[in-house]
């Protein structure tokens, strides 16, 4: 018996629903056991009625749904609210749905500041007005979706790997719970650790980190131990895949960014990677744009827009 | 007052956009509207950061054409900071730019378009779709999923990360390619020059004659087209001049950082979008159907109609053959899925060219860049169309004003006509069905947007 899936997106980028194409022939293996009840990306079922012709949002029932992006306005709520209903086991794909993702950086604005610089840009024509016609309304921030509904279980990565999303439908087929470790991106990092050494400031990325290209990652000394900001220590690992591949960026000779989100689902990425470099005699006093640490994981109110502007 | 109809969402695109239809008393169109609903604010929320981070957070505009917005981003900062590039490391992020091109076209063209030819445009929504079209040609799917995988695997297996890449770098790229890497990516680009050979041959023997009366009719609009060229006037995705030209065929050339004197772009009150048009023509805005002004479109169709020729072989010929039968340029809004396959072709065959340049495989693929005070503008040509981020920074190259323009933002315009010139001509005395709904939706499906 097939399985009925139900897949949405709301505030994101469509790179989720791409993870999953990359599946690639497993998608194919996994396609007769899956039946695709609701999908925009892929499928025609429409929100009010084929013939557009309803009030309200429809989506079919379906045992597992597969929800990306964070909530930013009241027809994601609208459309949330409506997966969290008819969806028996409803899953949280990507960081924007897990902690708000890249787009939750707006948190730290207001809608005002938001519309007064979008809509008087260099090239926009001037006297430009907020629209108001038939687009929904923006909520005050960016939202991850356990603010707003009930999430059964968590997926983060920006994009989440294949592995974990193939991994994840399996072990719902199976009628298991799947469970991604909470585990640091750092401990599934083969750069060679050799100790703090010397390192007192953070060095920016604007240079090239030592490492022989002919040579595997497991040669390249740690990036953070070159003193370069890598946010491995405090992101939750998976972008390694299952495979015992370095994590990602790594892998391209270049520092993490947090993407997989906090290790743990309330960590707090900023606090935690501050402490990680004071408590090693790093001075953080050069560190441009703190609030950059936040930069995936700015949902849960972590960031927030300056009062009294 | 007649019925509205709400085509929410609009499928099978990339982003959020829906339709509504205002039938008069009569039942015939009294309007059709597109909306399009996205407003996240990277303008805004990259003020303040250090540039060169920015280049890794741009990437989420978009998860199907990321490589491009890093690419736009990275070229920016590069100018910001007047840093020098390496050579290997321009070779790269081209060749990598290229090959996000290659599977861009394939999900496109089959995922997400080819359900309406090969299932047909009246078939049933439960199988208008990939997993139909699995059932259907089990092994066509099968060809063109591990097709999309080998373009996917083969970027993220080099370059780390194929979905919100991380490796290109001001200065260059993050890191060089050895020789055997770039020997497997040849064959496996090889690979796709020969399954981008066949989507032509396909798409001329079984769908295009098939749908010509659809072709040459559904969403035709007249406008100008944009898109970049090199010195010689040939089509180039990832450098060159802009070309902005005009539905009679003339153009005119400019470089990316003039844009702010021939785009601007226009709001109006149904969507968050703004519409970018050719403030250079000096006639205003207006998507008037019979008297449109200052509307261009951007995107496949509008590079094949702006460049002089192709500067690789099969797509060339590909580009003659299309011209001498559409002429130049071409208005109809379905041959831009011929005006795709042409460039899936090419994109194939530069990357191919791009390996086969020896100087790809240097060990320096990054020159050290030192953040600065400076104003960068870096473009692309993404899928979607011409690609514009323009930075600028402070003296500690930061971020102090950013502003964007972004590939299918050119279309939102066009689309809106062509959604409208579609419903004019499928409804008439209130007869609506899934299928003529279906056929609206394919006008803005063209455009990829
Ligand atoms: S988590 Fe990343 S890939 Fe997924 S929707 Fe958000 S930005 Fe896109
Ligand atoms: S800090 Fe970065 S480079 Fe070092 S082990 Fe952790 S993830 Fe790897
Ligand atoms: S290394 Fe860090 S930023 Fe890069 S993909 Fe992995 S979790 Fe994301
Ligand atoms: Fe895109």
Not at chain 2, 98 to 120: E, Q
Not at chain 2, 136 to 153: E, N
Request: net charge negative; charged share 25%.
């Amino acid at each position: 018996m097939a399985v009925d899936v139900a897949s949405e997106w709301l505030n994101s980028c469509s790179g989720c629903e791409i993870a999953i194409l990359n599946l690639g022939e497993t998608l194919l293996d996994l396609l007769p056991q899956i039946n695709f009840v609701h999908i925009p990306v892929l499928m025609d079922h429409k929100h009010l009625g084929q013939l557009g012709d309803q009030e309200h949002i429809d989506i079919p029932k379906a045992t597992v749904g597969l929800l990306s992006g964070g909530i930013r306005n009241e027809e994601h709520l609208e459309v949330a609210l409506e997966m969290r209903k008819k969806c028996d086991i409803l899953i949280a794909l990507g960081t924007c749905a897990t902690h708000g993702g890249i787009p939750a950086l707006i948190n730290s604005y207001t809608n005002e500041e938001l519309f007064d610089r979008y809509y008087s840009t260099e090239s926009t024509d001037p006297g430009a007005k907020v629209p108001t016609k038939g687009i929904s309304p923006l909520l005050d921030r960016c939202y991850a979706l356990d603010e707003k509904i009930d999430v059964d279980i968590y997926l983060p990565g920006c994009p989440p790997h294949p592995d974990h999303i193939a991994a994840a439908i399996l072990a719902l087929l199976n009628g298991e719970t799947p469970e991604l470790p909470f585990k640091s991106t750092c401990d599934t990092c083969p750069t060679k650790r050799m100790g703090k050494g010397d390192v007192k400031g953070i060095k920016r990325a604007v240079e090239c980190p030592e490492f022989d290209p002919e040579k595997p990652i497991d040669e390249m000394r740690c990036l953070l131990e070159q003193g370069y900001l890598c946010m491995g220590p405090v992101t939750r690992a998976g972008c390694a895949g299952a495979n015992g591949d370095a994590p990602r960026c790594i892998s391209a000779r270049v520092p993490c960014r947090g993407c997989y989100g906090p290790v743990q689902q309330d960590g707090n990425q900023l606090l935690d990677m501050l402490n990680a470099l004071v408590s090693n005699g790093i001075d953080i006093s050069d560190l441009p744009d703190r609030a950059n640490l936040l930069r995936f994981s700015g949902a849960h109110n972590r960031l927030v827009a300056k009062k009294g502007k | 007052m007649g019925k509205t109809i709400n085509i929410q969402p609009l499928s099978r695109i990339e982003g959020h956009a829906s339709i509504e239809i205002k039938l008069g008393e009569d039942g015939n169109v009294e309007d059709a509207i597109t909306h399009f609903n996205s407003i996240r604010g990277f303008e805004k929320y990259v003020e303040g950061k250090p540039a060169e981070e920015v280049t890794r957070i741009v990437t989420r505009i978009c998860g199907i054409c990321p490589w491009h917005h890093h690419m736009s981003s990275v070229k920016a900062v590069d100018a910001c900071f007047g840093a020098e590039v390496a050579p290997a490391g321009h070779l790269l992020r081209e060749c990598m730019q290229n090959m996000a091109h290659i599977n861009d076209k394939i999900l496109h063209f089959y995922f997400l378009a080819a359900p309406d030819f090969v299932m047909g445009p009246d078939a049933d929504y439960s199988v208008r779709n990939v997993m139909g079209i699995a059932n259907a040609a089990p092994d066509l799917a099968k060809q063109v999923i591990r097709m999309r995988q080998k373009a996917q695997m083969m970027m993220e297996k080099f370059a780390g990360k194929v979905i919100h890449p991380i490796a290109g770098v001001p200065g260059g790229f993050s890191k060089p390619m050895n020789e055997s890497q770039r020997q497997e990516m040849i064959a496996d680009t090889k690979e796709l020059l020969e399954f981008a050979k066949f989507s032509m041959k396909y798409a001329k023997e079984e769908i295009f004659p098939k749908y010509l009366d659809l072709v040459t009719t559904l969403g035709t609009i007249t406008t100008g087209f944009i898109g970049t060229v090199d010195e010689e006037g040939s089509l180039n995705f990832y450098d060159g001049k802009i070309r902005l030209m005009k539905a009679d065929g003339t153009a005119e050339d400019f470089d990316d950082t003039d844009y702010l004197d021939y785009i601007a772009e226009h709001t109006v009150d149904v969507s968050y979008g703004k519409y970018p048009y050719a403030k250079s023509w000096n006639e205003g805005f207006s998507m008037d159907l019979d008297a449109p002004k200052g509307i261009y479109r951007s995107n496949c169709l509008a590079r094949i109609n702006c460049c002089d020729q192709i500067p690789t072989p099969l797509a060339q010929k590909e580009l003659e053959e299309f011209r001498k039968s559409f002429g130049r340029p071409v208005q109809h809004t379905l041959l831009y899925h011929w005006a795709r396959l042409i460039e899936l072709v090419y994109s194939c065959e530069k990357t191919l060219e791009l390996l086969n340049n020896p100087a790809i495989t240097d060990p320096v693929t990054r020159y050290d860049v030192t953040p600065k005070a400076g104003r960068g503008v870096g473009h692309v040509e993404a899928p979607r169309g011409t690609l514009i981020h323009d930075y600028t920074t402070d003296d500690n190259g930061c971020i102090t004003s950013a502003n964007l323009i972004v590939g299918t933002t050119h279309n939102l315009a066009p689309i809106s006509m062509s959604v409208k010139q579609a419903a004019n001509m499928l409804i008439q005395n209130g007869q609506v069905d899934e299928t003529i709904i279906n056929k609206v939706e394919m006008a803005v499906r063209a455009y990829d947007p």
